[in-house]
């Protein structure tokens, strides 16, 4: 059995990739159009044709893909995912493996999952056995290392921390829910206090000038520089969403007492406008104890994360067929 195996994270723009050898050292990278807002047939071709490609040079015997959604890992089935148009109960591991001819497993994760597994690899959390990691993107997704193994859950989808319940009275979620984290902690929850906070003209702030012209998309980073530079209003935001994050990180300890929790994805660029504030809320709400050896860190590997960490499963699936 060969000794290489490709991690794939699969973007709404991109499809990124690395190969892996047999020491789990970077040997070769690509990075494609996903072209996923055309549905999943056009995805599907351009994975086969990401993966075929690498096989021309390298004899691949596993492949794991990351995608954002929720995704069913023991079956390989994409349940919903938001960055592939018009997909639901898709059986994208039986799919590709049947196109591929076989010789190669596939392995299909949860995007969040996947940075969990890399970073506790090769990033912030390879000198522990449990963690927890927070993507604070657009929403916010959350992956769960136990014992040095990933937790699915029973139906594949443990690990949704943005869809925990901080403050009960408080905004609607996408899901349905009210006062969801990912309603207090995202680049959508900053853009909402931003847009609510102007609507009282009694504020002052710079954000009132600055974000007039501005693409939604580029709010987030517009108020993490406002309040670096000491505007009162747009600091009051991230703090906001620190004490947010603590409630949070509190409970997580308190039931699962693991040793770390570690923060990525864009937001998390704002770190110093926010963990002070995360940090205090979480003293108040934990068990001294376990909150005490708690190390809580931002993300290292970056854009590398998902990618080592489908890797990283592929050859795990490998592993387990070998025994």
Not at 64 to 79: N, Q
Not at 122 to 150: M, P, R
Not at 241 to 247: H, K, P, V
């Amino acid at each position: 059995m060969s000794r290489y195996v490709m991690g794939i994270d699969v973007g709404g723009t991109n499809l990124r990739c690395a190969v892996i050898d047999g020491s789990n050292d970077i040997v070769d990278r690509q990075s494609v159009r996903s072209h996923a807002d055309q549905g999943m047939d056009v995805l599907l071709s351009n994975l086969l044709s990401l993966i075929n490609d690498v096989r021309k040079s390298h004899d691949l015997s596993a492949v794991g893909i990351g995608i954002p959604g929720i995704i069913d890992s023991s079956s390989g089935v994409v349940t919903a995912a938001p960055n592939i148009a018009n997909v639901k109960d898709y059986p994208l591991r039986r799919v590709l493996s049947d196109r591929l001819g076989g010789g190669v497993e596939i392995v299909i994760e949860n995007d969040a999952n996947a940075i969990a597994v890399g970073e506790w690899w090769k990033g912030a959390g390879k000198s522990v056995d449990s963690l927890v990691l927070l993507a604070i993107g657009t929403g916010l997704g959350g992956g769960i290392i136990l014992g040095g193994e990933l937790w699915n859950g029973a139906d594949g989808m443990a690990g949704e921390i943005g869809h925990t319940t901080v403050y009960p009275d408080g905004v609607l979620c996408n899901c349905g829910n009210y006062g969801c984290l990912e309603t207090c902690a995202s680049s959508v929850a900053i853009r909402r206090m931003v847009s609510d906070g102007l609507k009282d003209e009694n504020i002052v702030t710079s954000l009132r000038g600055l974000t007039t012209q501005a693409h939604k998309e580029e709010i987030p980073y517009i108020a993490m520089k406002a309040a670096e530079g000491g505007d009162k209003f747009a600091l009051a935001i991230w703090v906001s969403m620190g004490r947010a994050l603590g409630i949070a990180v509190a409970s997580l300890v308190n039931m699962l007492n693991m040793e770390m929790v570690v923060i990525g994805g864009g937001v998390s660029n704002a770190w110093d406008l926010f963990i002070d504030s995360l940090k205090t809320e979480a003293r108040k709400r934990a068990f001294p104890a376990p909150m005490s050896r708690l190390e809580i860190k931002k993300i290292i590997l970056g854009d590398d994360a998902g990618i080592l960490g489908t890797a990283y499963l592929a050859r795990k699936k490998l592993n387990e067929l070998k025994s």
